[in-house]
């Protein structure tokens, strides 16, 4: 190798990310540097979460480097159980995947799905098919039917068997599924970004512990890696008690969410809206090429939010406003609140705006977040959670929640209710809400 | 103290920063939920350093309240060993001072300097002292004569016992100083953030040797702070040399000034930029409000460079383009070469450009950077660098540089010189170079 | 203050811990540098363990140093929600509590307690209590009833009224309940010295979230409070699951008891044991002077260990030499083995360890280990487990059981079965054991 | 690989410590479970440091183990770049070699030296020839011509052809040069222990810039990782000023060698010494064997301490105790002192002790230590010292002091000369040093 190689990435999460002189590597490397993933660095990992954590300001870019990265350590580990090599090819198509999993995502990720009405997943599959991108041209020089084969990995509605092409199975998992390489990598940089340590465990011992099953269907972690496990599934529940369903940061993300309908709205009604770029407006009306689409990023939806305090509509105004100035919606928490008193007081409050001219569709607004830290295996399951095995004490493969104690509270499903209304309104509705809890 | 109080902020670097129910908190909160403040969320700390370090995302914000909290650690250990507890009010214009020090930054911090024409200190004290601002009504509510005593503080043309006004000196060091809280939150924050560890020195124990000087005109270390210290200095020289002069990113610093200036020379001569806002024309022209230039960020001009591609002139598209997509200008490093060898090369260079009908302006670029890593006392200096000083073996306060013999190459001034050119002319230029070298 | 205050010592888990110049600290440093908390330099935290992790070798007296650091953290932090601080004498005698709690400590620490028949924690009552001990004459020196009142804190048999004396409940149970400072320091520290990242948790927001309850009985954390606990209590459960109970490390603790044992009843044979000293002989009959005991400490068993091998006794030599040299009884798991099936085993494992001449009390061992992580309150009790209490959603304090459902799955006695045996003999036990269970 | 490999260590400072199931692997885990490897877990790496940083009880297993570590991944990384993978047997040899170098150690390491009179360098040797250890027969096993071969390679009298034997000698450097495997754990594993963060670098950045001369006679540094050793430089001559040479800690080296020089005046003088074991006191005549110098560690010297506070000696006692109980000498330090007024001074104290009846030789010793944190190449030198060689900017290797500004002052020999005292003594002796320095 000459000195030029290898090329290596600084990360704050793996330190160094490297790629050498090998035909896998020069695609990836390729890859990264087309136009479709560069635009991963303006869009951030986590949204508007950084109106609350100061921190979490990286981007999708450095998320999908460590995926690639955490991939190629799963990988590496699992072949060398494995004692057969994997061929260049077919390691260049797991980690070209694991880059260019998100290449999809719209500015603010989720809440601009609503906007498009499409899923991400969509466009990722589109940017890798469609023949105008750079990185479907790199994937087809490298093989030509690779762009082909890799959209369709990324199709949920394809069969397993479809999708993993000839993939061996247990390695297609390394990219999808309940133990995979892109939560083990949002896990950790997102506690690392925000500087909470609720997202940490033990990458590295979970790595060692991998080994292929024998029938080639899956992996699983040997019984030394039970307590690493344990302990990243722990991490993947305290970052969404309290990082990811944030009270504050789930009400920044209503409020975008209320500001795209309401542009929806104004553009329904054909609402003179300057300021708005036709593509932007286009977009609301689902008529957008992908070229458009992969033109919008965070920097697009924050230069409309400007634009947005400047049209002269007060519900877009507070809620532009809001969002770049940080004025956010309060939340009134619903836990434990009988159903019945929920519904009273749901009517109360939006006679209550009403009579003030408010209207309760933009000022109170209900939320709901639920998460299943995890599933285990169900006969029943609309679509199989790709379960996580491990070792028992006599060597057996067996799926975790038959043997691990510690995980039986991480099975349930819990929900997070919450109303969201401006902060002026939140004293004089915790009132309502307050007495009409009391049976008021 | 209610149980909504303290309210605590998550900083990835410093774990925990509180504010408490005082009258100087309270100012610090109100502060820092002002529109400008909240706007330095939308710049980030390092500018187009995130095209070379993928984590380097964090914003001019973080790093404002990182300072606030490192100046609060400085003054609470000094005004400890100084016996006087100070005062809500000097407590709270030093804090402000620390918190407001980077509030008129522009988008991508220095280079849109050269595009208003203006420092971000004016736009700095702009912020404080105009009374359209919302910085200014909470520092007038607090005290009124406060605006003007801080816009003065950031004045560096007044005389330094009239910037720090009622301060006690040895305090307004802390936000002004060759150590001071600036300096010792971006070495760890950016250091964090890119992901390498060279800015890690050991602040909790250099703060615990912090003193006041019996004279009150400046603070000290004691003996045992001064590895400490050196390690801090050590710090910014490996930050200096391995990332903020990265070869790398100081090529896309390059570009963007090289696209400011096209853009000036298109505005000079009238012509047609379809996309550029009024706003934007009117900043090369100097003639902006501070509410317009309030208005930009690092979004603005993320969205002009997209408008700068589709402008046609093959300069901007060329630059634009590279800084959305990464395709950045290549180093051709000229350290060692002398003097004579550079001059010859720069003309055979701008020859063999016009040639084939390039412009040399946009396309071979000399930059130089340079770095004192330490400025010891100089009894000629222009102007003071707040030099650090420390307990010697016998216990006399001196100068840093009159003991520490690790120091003396830290005083020394280094310059990185280098041509920044468009990659597909680097290997010609490169070779062209080579044989000037070899006396051809 | 002087320039020779504070006292800082370097702490790998704290960093900095600190002591002014102020009646409290000046007692605590005294206490620090007495021959009876110096000693427990020479007492591993974690005895064996280091045979297992190599790291871990920190000593008691880092432990207590830290125990010391993290009660002060409490203690600041409750007194200043208390809005009113403390007195020098009470929180001195709080902080001398957290420093002197392991100060009775013998080698090895439990193992030894075998020896003695006495529990540690009579040794920490009698080196405060006995007039003889440095740590006696410092205490009275600071106030006359200081060593009595403090024998009397570590009395379990006394009432916790009598117990805390003067100290605000709340206070008493920094150093003694289910979330305190010798929990929160012993996590932190093991985990980092043996390099296994299970011991994590959140200390600096948990102390953030702290209050005293208004009855001032207890402290509780609020309602921010809660993920931080939980992930203190999951800490605590996996160090327990993957270091405490470590088969490898249980083994060779089960070793060490045997070889005290094995020498207990070669001592009561009164046969001649050259060079193990009488001091050591006579700690067996129960028959020492505390000065006698202070003598001991780790140093004194491993050479002990030394002369053990020179014995010409074969148990006490495979014990010494195994110890010593790393040769470790293996571990057979009984998790999941039906007590009929052990009760079996159990027979015919000692049958064929005796036709072959062996004595099974010293070569097949049972060992149970089991763990709590969190005890919930519960009326019947025996004795109260100082629950941890945290804020509702609706502002009132509660039992955190009441309100966690994570922690479910803690509040359960889970226990270890293995018995060990030398290697040797391991595979044929082995197939026993299998056969066993098959039914044979 | 079944699931039993690889055999995994938990490292406080590398994490993972591996081994799989191949020849060379197998080795390194016998020889590690030897007992002369087994025997460096009870002595600590930095002596009695840990009486001034109580984190510092690390042990020289823990440090071998790490060395082993870093070693390796030198190795892997420079054989990945030579082309040629390294057969099994000369990488066990260089691994085996890493494993060792510190199997020779006496307890508290350089203080016993002076005891037998004899570098722990020849203990080493002595280790791998001696046809009774286990560390030889295991070696003799792998291959017969291997202890042989590893012994000379431990020989300094030997050249360094002969030494390397059929190793590549830019290999033989990775277990002894200014850039080493040693070198960087102890760095980094004492930093980690004290708590202080002096010893940090950046070792996977340097290991990746690392690759082999293409002549193979050593190997060097791309440009890329020269601001990675000037870290490593530097955090060897800040941990050498800081933690090495640290005032209180040299102040206990001293007093366990004055220990040891009254041991051997007493032993001349066929004192009785009860408690002292004879083969210790052998040791002091130099007439012990190899079994018994390996019986010896710091549980050993601790116990000694023990008898030696009840012989009646004051001079012992004071010794012994001061080290038992932590009542060190204190330092009177002579820097920037004219060697004149150092010669007045040293007369002046010896004749105020010996009129107190004082023997000056045990309480007033000098203690000078120095250092060059890198030796650059010279000519005369009467050894190589294995200088470290990066690429200059044009490509050539080039020794690294040619092209280092940061290292100039690095490379200075600098000396630090106190006077060590008991504490009762020192305030008398500061005033009549500060008097002479007066000129009194």
């Known amino acids: 190798?000459?000195?030029?190689?290898?090329?290596?990435?600084r990360d704050p999460v793996h330190n160094l990310i490297s790629f050498a002189d090998t035909p896998c590597d020069r695609l990836l490397l390729e890859l990264i540097n087309t136009r479709e993933v560069q635009r991963l660095r303006r869009i951030k990992q986590m949204g508007v979460t950084e109106l609350v954590f100061p921190g979490a300001n990286h981007s999708r870019f450095a998320h999908s480097l460590g995926v690639?990265?955490?991939?190629?350590?799963?990988?590496?580990?699992l072949t060398r159980h494995d004692g057969k090599p994997l061929a260049q090819e077919p390691r260049a198509f797991l980690l070209a995947a694991a880059l260019l999993h998100d290449v999809g995502h719209g500015p603010f990720s989720h809440a601009f799905e609503m906007v498009t009405g499409r899923h991400h997943e969509a466009y990722t599959r589109a940017v890798i098919h469609d023949e105008s991108t750079?990185?479907?041209?790199?994937?087809?020089?490298?093989?030509a039917s690779m762009p082909e084969r890799l959209a369709l990995?990324?199709?949920?509605?394809?069969?397993?068997?479809?999708r993993a092409g000839d993939l061996p199975a247990y390695l297609s998992r390394i990219v999808s599924g309940q133990l995979d390489a892109d939560r083990c990598d949002y896990l950790l940089?997102?506690?690392?970004?925000?500087?909470?340590?609720?997202g940490d465990f033990d990458l590295a011992w979970m790595i060692e512990q991998l080994r292929p099953d024998p029938d080639g269907r899956r992996f699983y972690l040997t019984r030394k890696g039970l307590a690493a496990v344990e302990t990243y599934l722990f991490a993947r529940y305290h970052m969404y008690r309290t990082v990811y369903f944030h009270k504050a940061s789930r009400g920044a993300e209503v409020m975008l969410k209320l500001l795209f309908r309401r542009l929806a709205e104004l553009i329904d009604a054909h609402t003179s809206l300057p300021g708005i770029s036709s593509g932007l407006a286009d977009a609301f009306s689902g008529q957008i090429s992908l070229t458009t689409y992969l033109d919008f990023d965070d920097h697009?939806?924050?230069?409309?939010?400007?634009s947005c305090t400047r049209l002269g509509d007060e519900v877009l105004n507070r809620l532009a406003d809001g969002l770049l100035n940080r004025h956010l919606y309060k939340a009134l928490d619903m836990t434990g609140m009988p159903l019945s008193a929920i519904v009273r007081f749901d009517e109360r409050a939006r006679e209550t705006l009403e009579k003030q001219g408010r209207d309760p569709r933009y000022c109170f607004v209900e939320d709901s977040a639920s998460d299943t830290p995890y599933e285990p295996y169900r006969p029943d399951a609309e679509r199989p959670a790709m379960q996580i095995y491990v070792e028992d004490g006599e060597g057996r493969v067996v799926e975790i929640s038959t043997i691990s104690e510690a995980l039986a509270q991480l099975m349930k499903t819990y929900t997070m209710m919450r109303y969201y209304v401006p902060g002026a309104f939140r004293d004089e509705l915790a009132r309502l809400m307050a007495d009409t809890k009391r049976g008021g």
Chains 1, 2, 3, 4 share one sequence.
């Not at 190798?1 to 090329?7: R, T």
């Not at 990995?153 to 479809?162: H, L, P, T, V």
């Open 1 to 9: 190798m000459s000195n030029n190689w290898p090329k290596v990435f």
């Open 68 to 77: 690639l990265h955490t991939a190629r350590l799963f990988l590496d580990q």
């Open 134 to 143: 750079e990185v479907h041209r790199c994937l087809r020089r490298f093989d």
């Open 153 to 162: 990995f990324f199709d949920e509605d394809a069969d397993e068997g479809r």
């Open 189 to 198: 940089r997102d506690s690392h970004a925000t500087g909470t340590n609720y």
């Open 300 to 306: 697009t939806i924050t230069e409309m939010l400007k």
